[in-house]
């Protein structure tokens, strides 16, 4: 399975703390994404972040590859309440096509 | 940026009847869409991958003469959930890459259709 695993399962926070969700994946990628789903809605892109890159940022959001950990991080910073969603990693296959992991699902408290 | 429109967001039907959701690339062409299915709480479970002026490639346990695919053009793909069922009630989501966009590795989704089958 190409399917990436996101930890926590579900992250409650304060408003203006920080947030930081984990991904692990099991084989060899190009790049890894990050999405996120409001309740009942398509996903949008967050950021993307390739196999020869260890960090990248676009705004409140800073992420990290580890791919001899083969591990990413997506830390939102400062967070608001309209940062509540639910988050995917997800990576490129061989295919092209890809699967989504069972997400991290974050709350954040006003 | 890309944008990708999918109707209707929602349909109530009787057990028995057909449905067609529609998935539109609205500003680019999308050769490949894929097709998504979400149960609440639960992850996107990819359904099958829609290639334009091709069959389509369906993942294993999704029966193809359940849900039909047609990408018949560069900027329409559409599911049809044949024969609906209460267990087809869900959400679908479909995705599409922008194959001349700096980057045809990101996907653009739908706002998703929940279907409810009675």
Known sequence: ?110 | GAVVSQHPSWVICKSGTSVKIECRSLDFQATTMFWYRQFPKQSLMLMATSNEGSKATYEQGVEKDKFLINHASLTLSTLTVTSAHPEDSSFYICSARDRMGETNEKLFFGSGTQLSVL
Request: one cysteine or more.
């Open chain 1, 1 to 110: 399975s190409q399917q990436g695993e996101e930890d926590p399962q579900a992250l409650s926070i304060q408003e203006g703390e920080n947030a930081t969700m984990n991904c692990s994946y099991k084989t060899s990628i190009n790049n890894l994404q990050w999405y996120r789903q409001n309740s009942g809605r398509g996903l949008v892109h967050l950021i993307l972040i390739r196999s020869n890159e260890r960090e990248k940022h676009s705004g409140r959001l800073r992420v990290t590859l580890d791919t001899s950990k083969k591990s990413s991080s997506l830390l939102i910073t400062a967070s608001r309440a309209a940062d509540t969603a639910s988050y995917f990693c997800n990576y490129g296959g061989s295919q092209g096509n890809l699967i989504f992991g069972k997400g991290t699902k974050l709350s954040v408290k006003p």
